[in-house]
């Protein structure tokens, strides 16, 4: 019960804040007013912290922002889930329009410095997800960290249950446009993803990956195609 008044105190506050000051447009200091005022809900936020009008925000005391993040307008990050969530937007991270990231209970989700999720893409727990450093994430991608259950003929499979074996995106990547990567996958570092290829498996460092799903088709660096 203490825990449930907690979290309808500090949703309040975070509704107060941008019901206040989250629609203010650029030109009128909306940044600025949100990156002072929203220090009281997050639980941390960097300097020169680019805010735009019209992003939305749950659970924000487990949401850390690093320092010269970039959030576009029409994201919705929502952190909220019983214990333990964590998300975490390293230094110079930049999130376009119309991103939604969602954790769930007991997710990790965390993004490396100097990565940039482009517009209409979606990160969801409840599996963990980490992304590294310098990754070039196109439009309209997904990244599902979990995956319905579905074995039971006689049980609706939303009451089924879900599996969280997480993702990890490591440092340098490049994810194409519309690409999906599902629970349970390693892309390794320096992989580049073609667009709207589905990554059901995992990918090594310095691969370049097609389809649906994701084969490898050569190394970077190598001319040579990789027999099927």
């Avoid at 259950?149 to 089924?160: A, G, K, M, V, Y």
């Avoid at 879900?162 to 990547?173: A, K, L, N, P, S």
């Avoid at 990918?203 to 190598?222: L, Q, T």
């Amino acid at each position: 019960m203490k825990f449930q008044i907690i979290s309808k105190s500090q949703r309040f506050k975070e509704l107060l804040l941008m019901t206040l000051v989250g629609n203010i447009p650029t030109i009128f200091f909306g940044v600025k007013l949100r990156n002072i005022l929203y220090r009281a809900i997050f639980a941390r936020i960097g300097r020169s912290v680019f805010i735009q009008d019209n992003v939305e925000f749950s659970g924000a005391s487990s949401i850390e922002i690093g320092s010269g993040v970039y959030i576009f307008k029409g994201v919705y990050i929502d952190g909220r889930g019983y214990s333990n969530n964590k998300i975490c937007l390293e230094n110079g991270v930049v999130i376009e329009r119309n991103v939604d990231i969602g954790a769930l209970d007991g997710t990790f989700i965390h993004i490396g410095q100097n990565t940039f999720i482009g517009p209409g893409s979606s990160i969801a727990g409840p599996g963990n997800i980490k992304i590294g450093q310098n990754c070039l994430i196109a439009a309209q991608s997904g990244i599902f960290a979990n995956n319905h259950n579905f074995t039971d003929l006689e049980l609706p499979i939303r009451e089924q249950g879900v599996t969280r074996q997480g993702i990890v995106i490591e440092d340098d990547c490049w994810l194409g446009s519309g690409v999906k990567v599902l629970d349970g996958v390693t892309i390794g570092k320096g992989c580049v993803i073609g667009a709207n290829s589905v990554v059901t498996k995992d990918i090594p460092p310095f691969s370049v990956a097609v389809g649906i799903p994701a084969r490898v088709i050569k190394k970077r660096g190598s001319k040579e195609l990789i027999n099927a």
